[in-house]
């Protein structure tokens, strides 16, 4: 029995539906509408973060303050966590904050290389560099006839499964994309932004915007470091840059020879890619292509410079050069 006003019951020759009301799709979409509000209501600030003071004091300024505090506690009423706070006001945490706030002040920036590039492609449709097509590329299956099979229907109901999952996936990734891109663009033409951090109850550090330096690879594609960065005084520094290079092509499972070699013999499909990333398909096809496509900008950037001054002696890298902390002994 049908109690609510949010869908209806309709009975058809072989199969009971259940309808979708317009109450529940306008709510449906409200709701949508708000996840991505949520999503964006933490975003980069255009000012260095207020340095943490303590558990509650620093991060945001103004109304945006009343919801960021140090330590990412979701029980809170529990006894543990009553006890691991009290605890912790009452320790000399002032290193840690030290830290956090170092982190937290640097500057960063929106590629807008990069960005264009993205833009375009959401533009067109998406599909392309690992990002999500904004319309269904698979029909909807279908009964081709009224009067099922028991064998066909089961058939069909999988079928539907499978279809449902895939499209519920493809909007999540759609809906990210989006609010993602739409902070990018917001933010594109400060010299500098700055991403506010906390920490979870380990010590873990995390940015609070959801568009961060640590997001998927559009996310970290689109973001790099402002030009107070220290510039290179020997260029055999240079092959850090490769081998960050190769890691982010999935190159990273040989020695680190043969990743700077590797982009030595490609080093005409990464010029290639960033003179026309649009009509390229080298940079698409990597493990992490938004971020493999910053890499190929970097190089032809060091390029320029070199034919500018006849060395790289100076030159500024602005792409965050990663290493492995796996099972490092400082997470613990």
């Known amino acids: 029995v049908n109690a609510s006003d949010w869908f209806v019951i309709s009975d058809e020759t072989t199969s009971t539906n259940i309808v979708a009301t317009e109450k529940l799709l306008t709510a449906w979409r409200q709701n949508v509408d708000n996840q991505i509000l949520m999503g ?179 996310t970290k594609g689109l973001i790099i470091f402002a030009d107070n960065v220290p510039a290179i005084t020997d260029e055999k520094q240079l092959e850090w840059l490769y081998v960050t290079g190769a890691n982010l092509a999935g190159v990273d499972k040989v020695n680190y020879d043969d990743r700077i070699q590797w982009i030595k013999d490609n080093y005409g499909a990464i010029m290639a890619s960033a003179e026309d990333p649009l009509g390229t398909t080298f940079w698409q096809g990597q493990d992490e292509p938004f971020q493999f496509l910053a890499f190929c900008f970097e190089m032809q950037d060091l390029k320029t410079f070199k034919a500018t001054h006849g060395t790289a002696i100076g030159w500024k890298c602005h792409i965050p050069i990663a290493f492995d902390g796996t099972c490092s002994g400082l997470q613990h």
């Open 40 to 218: 964006r209501k933490f975003c980069p600030m255009v000012v260095p973060p207020k340095k943490w003071e303590s558990l509650k004091v620093g991060g945001y300024y103004g109304v945006l303050s009343q919801h960021s505090q140090l330590l990412r506690l979701n029980t809170m009423a529990s006894a543990y966590t009553q006890q691991y706070v009290k605890r912790l006001n009452q320790a000399d945490i002032s290193l840690t904050l030290q830290a956090l706030n170092a982190i937290q002040e640097t500057a960063w920036r929106v590629n807008t290389k990069v960005l264009d590039v993205a833009n375009h492609i959401l533009k067109n449709g998406g599909g392309r560099a690992g990002m999500p097509y904004l319309d269904s590329s698979e029909l909807k299956p279908r009964l081709f006839t009224e009067t099922p099979t028991e064998l066909e229907l089961n058939k069909y109901k999988k079928q539907m499964t499978t279809f449902i999952r895939k499209e519920k996936k493809r909007q999540s990734l759609c809906l990210r994309l989006v609010a993602t891109l739409g902070v990018a663009n917001e933010f594109k033409d400060y010299t500098e932004i700055y991403f506010p951090y906390n920490m979870d109850f380990r010590g873990r550090i995390y940015p609070l915007p959801s568009f961060n330096p640590q997001g998927d690879d559009i």
